[in-house]
């Protein structure tokens, strides 16, 4: 069974804080790992990926993967309330399926 | 272009009932995807197409049925609904497999049985 495990939350961080999203993965031949956000009743969407070890910046969000330690996490720099929603974590190995944690319920306070 | 699309968005069907999922992608992609979510389970795969003309069994494909119609549209059928059914029902869609290629949702089929 490849299990991906998420802290359910909620995470509750005060407007303009950094809020930390982690992951572990079970699966060592893990390859890729995708962080989604969804708002509540809407579909999840893809916000950001990352393949190698290290961190990936993408604008207020950077990806941190370290596949030693099988983890996988996601900052999101100056919170606002708007990204108040679920954060789910997904990894994939080398076939079709990605297998998704439960998600990380993230509560912005202004 | 629209991306995954997905009909009825709302449904309620009576226990025994049958119904079919529709869902279709526009991107081109090849593999597609039919997940359920539930509250507290996260996202559950129930069956999925790596390619035209193919199928295979996710997690939970217990009275489902699916057809991958053609490159763009993989329907989900219930022959024999049950209340443990009521869920919301993601399709999404992939170009390829392995560690280069995102996956992209349709809006969700709201399903309650009674």
């Known amino acids: 069974q490849k299990e991906v495990e998420q802290n359910s939350g909620p995470l509750s961080v005060p407007e303009g804080a950094i809020a930390s999203l982690n992951c572990t993965y079970s699966?060592?031949?893990?390859?890729?790992f995708f962080w989604y956000r969804q708002y509540s009743g809407k579909s999840p969407e893809l916000i950001m990926f990352i393949y190698s070890n290290g961190d990936k910046e993408d604008g207020r969000f950077t990806a941190q993967l370290n596949k030693a330690s099988q983890y996988v996490s996601l900052l999101i720099r100056d919170s606002q309330p708007s990204d108040s929603a679920t954060y789910l974590c997904a990894v994939s190995d080398s076939g079709y399926a990605l297998n998704f944690g439960k998600g990380t319920s993230l509560l912005v306070t202004p | 272009n629209a991306g995954v699309t997905q009909t009825p968005k709302f449904q309620v069907l009576k226990t025994g009932q049958s119904m079919t999922l529709q869902c279709a992608q526009d991107m081109n992609h090849n593999s597609m995807y039919w997940y359920r979510q539930d509250p507290g389970m996260g996202l559950r795969l129930i069956y999925y197409?790596?390619?035209?003309?193919?199928?295979d069994k996710g997690e939970v494909p217990n009275g489902y049925n699916v057809s991958r119609l053609n490159k763009r549209e993989f329907s989900l059928r219930l022959e024999s609904a049950a209340p443990s059914q009521t869920s919301v029902y993601f399709c999404?869609?992939?170009?390829?497999?392995?560690?280069?290629?995102?996956?992209?949702f349709g809006p969700g089929t709201r399903l309650t049985v009674t």
């Open positions: 699966d060592r031949g893990s390859q890729s």
């Open positions: 999404a869609s992939r170009s390829g497999q392995g560690a280069s290629y995102e996956q992209y």
């Open positions: 197409s790596a390619s035209e003309g193919t199928t």
